[in-house]
């Protein structure tokens, strides 16, 4: 049996940095039995995180090299594990730099915060490295269970609360597709295990018996990814969930979700159903197709920016997807490139709208805007820059992302789904574009209130931004960092 | 290795930078000038190897891996064409800044900027040998162009802008299709690679499909008809530095475009649908002047004038001989130069008294007659007065023209002839008759000052330069074409 603790060490650091934030802050709390205690030492809690994160960045980075097989062949640490474990850990950083003010607004506990982010994104982790069913479907919960407690998190708040019930709801019913195909699968194949399906997949994709309900237990499986990855017509509860989520954490769902999910998406569609992967392009495409432009029709008629956002999510999940499409090594390389150049601006974007609400219980609507490009230039020329990128203008971050996925998409000989992809990107700029129209066209209203940042929310615009722009200008070196080589 | 070409990139967006980061008026001002002449100074330095450019070749090749893995590189090189489009772009950006410089005021750091921004973009464009860096620079100059107009502009500048960038966003969004999709087919990204091996590849459905997505986008940005009508509004919202560059350089990076990609890439699919092109550019070229003779707003006329000139172009490059098409890249030259000169007096004009409409006007040559003098040589040179400038390239398309069909150079002459009636007219309306409002008495309505002189002499001075000895650009231009040319 291979029990290699090493290769699985980043996993390992988050979840123990989870359990320790958390006893920490409860035995502070212990000793301070006043109230507003808890927010007094938040400074602490929040550095202590940050250093789990950044430990955790620098044992991924130190196991780069061990890959194989562990655990019984429950576990697999690759390439693909470590492009995962690079954007969710990058994601981790920001939000946790860039919500240091902000948790204080929602929420008098801060230390459960950093605990279930933490404990959230090694479940994200761990979908990187899942490589049986049940695996997987721990880490899903993991990650979708601390989700919908961040996302309740500001309990005096009814949109806050309505999130986190939505989303626990709707999250339960995608477990339960997700569930229901896993044993489907496990009743034709006889196993969990990815390795040791093979033989059985096989024999049943060459129509031998079994063969409906594989196909159907995949199907199903499909549908719990629709679900989680919010793909069209699965996405229902994605706008609503963003715009009452506190925004940090939304910020963090809409970028770690996706990873983690894209990372599982690839190992089981790419890697372990290889065989008669071509009879699922058709329903892939379809799905590609409606998410990207029903994400994107539908974001050009939003007035939040929290809502706009959350349906441009929508629609980038779209555009992911039909990279995907081809099943290439390339395919998978130009996915992992455009979430890590996403996580940036995407965070980036709801770092700016962070910065703007004065509470969490107003949302920003675009006419707030207005006139910041000459009252606050700083804040606004950031903004200005993430949705550049967004709507894919060279030579940001969002423009080499959407290339390589055209690259992807026109190797697979797709070139109409391509001709789809850039005419939806080039709608996108529309609703990108009316707010910076908003920031610099228009006159500011009399009333406005300051925005409020602190000084790891501006190290952490400032982060996103350089990755942005450095991204873009060398693109060359982010790649052979996310290169998945070999399916 | 040659360094001269990426200095041309990094000189202005150095100042950019800078400019944007200075604390007061005073330096950014004298700085956006100082930068901007240094780059034209520094461009001169593009004609150092004459005899290569009289050969037709590309000259001070610059190389580097930009992002091996895709098979992308930083590929610049200028031939006899581009050197003289760079050459424009550095000419004219000094005189913008300067109008800038005299008459903004709100924001004059950031708009000095995005000036110097739009001028690297632009340079970029010409100079780019790699199809994705061209691509990074064409739309690039999109960013810039937007917030000039729509922080700086007139009263409807809001819509003008979103409507400029969203008809060449949308315009544009296929020709990426198509220039990934020419990587799948051959392997590179290299222009002049694509150019050698491309045609004899590509089957017949990939040629039409590839040339219609470039053609596209290089239609809306020239703008033919009927992609133009974006070309009006943003030219009248657009702050008079903003026209300048938007007349002045802009346009021609789409007929650039269809003489660099469009037609070496697809020559069989150019060939079939060269005729549409010509009926296209018939058209823009007498609907274009009929709608200018109808303005009461002199920017408009001077806007639509734009696009019955750019038809001009657009006529030369699609007949597809050598003399067309040299006349067509001498006309893109001129075109930038008289019609930039002419945004500028409409803007010099508008600054004095706020208003540019043609019923506020007359009389002018009594109050104002340096500036009459010079409206009067830049309007002729526009028309295609012989020895001015203007007449050297239309006359070279006309002649090519008529080579290959007759009656289209027929159509065109109408242009000729239409365009002296809608700028005579014009100027007669401005400079002649009886002063009729009190603002333009004499004495009320300042004429001319030096800062303003140094504006517009240098233009008036290419025009009798271009016009008397157009060899200075032909002997490089042809060659070049000759080469481009399959």
Redesign the interface.
């Known amino acids: 049996m291979n029990l290699n603790y090493s290769a699985i060490l980043p996993e390992l650091v988050m979840a123990a940095g989870a359990i320790v934030v958390l006893m920490v802050d409860a035995l502070r709390r212990i000793e301070n039995h006043r109230g507003d205690a808890a927010n007094r030492g938040s400074g602490f809690l929040l550095t202590l995180s940050l250093i789990v994160a950044a430990g955790a960045s620098v044992a991924a980075f130190a196991v780069r090299g061990e890959s194989g097989l562990m655990f019984q062949d429950s576990a697999r640490s690759d390439a693909l594990s470590f492009g995962i474990r690079l954007i969710v850990l990058a994601t981790t950083i920001l939000v946790l730099l860039v919500g240091s003010r902000y948790v204080s607004t929602f929420t008098r506990y801060p230390g459960e915060y950093y605990s279930l982010l933490l404990l959230s994104a090694t479940g994200m982790m761990a979908m990187g490295i899942a490589s049986d069913l049940m695996v997987l479907f721990i880490a899903l919960e993991t990650f979708s269970l601390s989700l919908i407690l961040l996302a309740g998190m500001y309990r005096h708040n009814r949109s806050s609360t309505e999130a986190s019930l939505k989303y626990f709801l709707l999250g339960a019913f995608a477990s339960g597709f997700f569930v229901y195909g896993s044993a489907l699968i496990y009743g034709v194949t006889g196993t969990v295990s990815f390795a040791g399906m093979g033989p059985a997949l096989q024999v049943a994709a060459d129509g031998g018996p079994g063969a409906v309900l594989l196909w159907a237990g995949i199907a199903l499986l499909l549908v719990g990814f629709g679900f989680k990855l919010s793909l069209v017509p699965f996405h229902m509860w994605t706008p609503d969930v963003y715009q009452g989520a506190p925004t940090s954490v939304t910020a963090f769902m809409s970028v770690g979700t996706k990873t983690a999910m894209f990372g599982a998406l690839v190992r089981i569609f790419l890697m372990t159903f290889p065989y008669g992967f071509e009879n699922w392009t058709g329903p892939l495409i379809v799905l590609a197709v409606l998410t990207m432009t029903v994400g994107n029709v539908t974001a050009l008629c939003q007035t939040s920016i929290k809502r706009m956002l959350g349906y441009s999510g929508i629609a980038h999940a779209g555009y992911v997807l039909a990279g995907l499409v081809p099943g290439t090594e390339t395919a998978v390389n130009s996915a992992l490139f455009y979430l890590f150049a996403y996580a940036f601006m995407n965070i980036g974007a709801f770092i700016i709208v962070m910065a703007i609400e004065h509470s969490v219980e107003t949302d920003v609507e675009r006419s707030q805007l207005r006139g910041t490009?000459?009252a606050m230039p700083v804040l606004a020329g950031f903004m200005a820059l993430f949705l550049?990128s967004l709507s894919g203008?060279?030579?940001l971050a969002g423009?080499?992302g959407k290339?390589?996925i055209?690259?992807s998409i026109?190797?697979g000989g797709l070139?109409w789904l391509?001709?789809v992809v850039?005419?939806n990107?080039?709608?996108s700029?529309?609703y990108y574009?009316?707010i910076?129209?908003t920031m610099?066209?228009?006159q500011r209203p009399r009333e406005v209130h300051a925005p409020q940042s602190s000084p790891a929310m501006r190290v952490g615009m400032v982060l996103a931004g350089v990755m942005v722009l450095v991204i873009g200008v060398f693109?060359?070196f982010f790649?052979?960092l996310l290169?998945v080589p070999g399916l | 290795m040659d360094f001269l070409l990426p200095l041309l990139l990094l000189l202005p967006l150095a100042g950019a930078v800078v400019v944007a980061l200075l604390g007061s008026d005073g330096p950014r001002k004298a700085l956006a000038m100082l930068v901007s002449l240094a780059t034209f100074g520094a461009s001169l330095g593009l004609l150092q190897n004459g005899s290569a450019l009289t050969a037709g070749e590309a000259v001070l090749a610059f190389q580097r891996p930009w992002f091996p893995e895709v098979g992308l590189s930083l590929h610049l090189a200028a031939d006899g064409i581009s050197v003289w489009l760079v050459l424009l772009t550095t000419f004219i950006m000094p005189i913008a800044i300067g109008f800038s410089n005299r008459f903004v005021s709100d924001r004059l750091g950031q708009h000095l900027a995005l000036l110097l921004l739009m001028e690297t973009a632009m340079v970029g464009v010409f100079l780019a040998q790699d199809l994705v860096l061209f691509y990074t620079f064409f739309e690039f100059t999109l960013i810039p162009m937007y917030f000039l107009i729509g922080q700086w502009g007139s009263e409807n500048r809001v819509y003008a802008a979103l409507k400029f960038v969203m008809y060449t966003l949308l315009g544009s969004a296929l020709m990426l299709v198509a220039i990934v999709a020419i990587f799948v087919q051959t392997g590179t990204f290299s222009i002049p690679e694509i150019a050698a091996t491309l045609p004899a590849t590509a089957g017949s459905t990939f040629q039409v499909l590839g040339f219609l997505a470039f053609a596209l986008a290089f239609a809306v940005k020239i703008p033919l008809f009927p992609f133009h009508t974006w070309l009006p509004d943003a030219h009248v919202q657009a702050p008079t530095a903003g026209s300048i560059i938007l007349a002045g350089v802009l346009l021609k990076m789409g007929t650039y475009g269809l003489l660099r990609l469009a037609m070496p890439f697809f020559p069989e699919a150019f060939a079939s649908y060269a005729p549409l092109l010509i009926v296209l550019s018939l058209i823009g070229i007498v609907y274009g002047a009929l709608v200018a003779l109808k303005q009461q707003d002199v920017k408009s006329l001077v806007a639509y004038s734009s696009v019955s000139h750019m038809g001009f172009i657009v006529l030369g490059l699609a007949v597809a001989n050598t003399q067309a098409v040299s006349g067509a890249v001498l006309q893109m030259v001129n075109h930038g130069l008289s019609t930039g000169a002419l945004f500028l007096m409409v803007g010099l004009l508008y600054e004095r008294r706020h208003t540019r409409l043609f019923s506020e006007f007359g009389g002018l040559w009594k109050s104002v007659p340096v500036y009459c003098g010079l409206l009067l040589i830049t309007a002729l040179s526009s028309v295609g007065l012989p020895s001015l400038n203007g007449f050297v390239g239309e006359f070279t398309i006309l002649l090519g023209a008529w080579q290959v069909s007759p009656a289209a150079a027929a159509v065109a002459s109408t242009g000729v002839i239409l365009a002296a009636w809608y700028l005579l007219t014009a100027f007669r309306k401005l400079a002649q008759g009886e002063i009729r409002h009190q603002e333009n008495e004499v004495g009320v309505l300042p004429d001319l000052q030096r800062s303003e002189l140094m504006m517009i002499v240098p233009l008036v001075v290419m025009f009798f330069v271009i016009g008397l000895y157009p060899n200075l650009l032909l002997d490089h231009i042809v060659p070049a074409v000759e080469i481009l040319l399959p």
């Open positions: 490009g000459a550049f203008i060279p030579p423009f080499f290339f390589l055209f690259r026109l190797d070139a391509a001709a850039v005419v990107s080039a709608v700029a529309y574009l009316r910076v129209v610099y066209f228009q693109p060359a790649m052979s290169t």
